[in-house]
């Protein structure tokens, strides 16, 4: 089993900037962990993904140069840094672990494991 639980969501101006945080805790291997978001009538969305070496990254186009994800092994933490954040970025943000390799990380149903949520407000 594994447990992930996200921290530093809130409200932010147009322009502005949050750091998530998605703490592992746990017995199960897995390969990469993931940040998805889901908006108010839309499907859950891949944002960005790591793998468990922090060697490769992946992003969606939507977020490419404002978002960073990174990894501090030590704390057993994935960070998702959100720069020049703008309303299309609201939503309720999730970590989640993928359990198998070569899938794609973008793709909510392949991750076995996910944290509670943390809502994310874009918003003057």
């Known amino acids: 089993q594994l447990q992930l639980a996200e921290s530093g969501g809130g409200l932010v101006q147009p322009g502005g900037s949050l750091r998530l945080s998605c703490a592992i805790s746990?017995?199960?291997?897995?390969?990469?962990i993931g940040w998805l978001r889901q908006a108010p009538g839309k499907e859950r969305e891949g944002v960005s993904c790591?793998?468990?070496?922090?060697?490769?990254?992946n992003y969606v186009d939507s977020v490419k140069g404002r978002f960073t994800i990174s990894r501090d092994g030590a704390k057993n933490t994935v960070y998702l840094q959100m720069d020049t954040l703008n309303p299309e970025d609201t939503g309720i943000y999730y970590c989640a672990a993928l359990t198998q390799a070569g899938v794609n990380c973008r793709f909510a149903g392949a991750y076995s494991y996910w944290g509670q949520g943390t809502q994310v407000t874009v918003s003057s």
């Open positions: 790591i793998t468990r070496d922090g060697e490769s990254t």
């Open positions: 746990g017995f199960t291997d897995y390969y990469v």
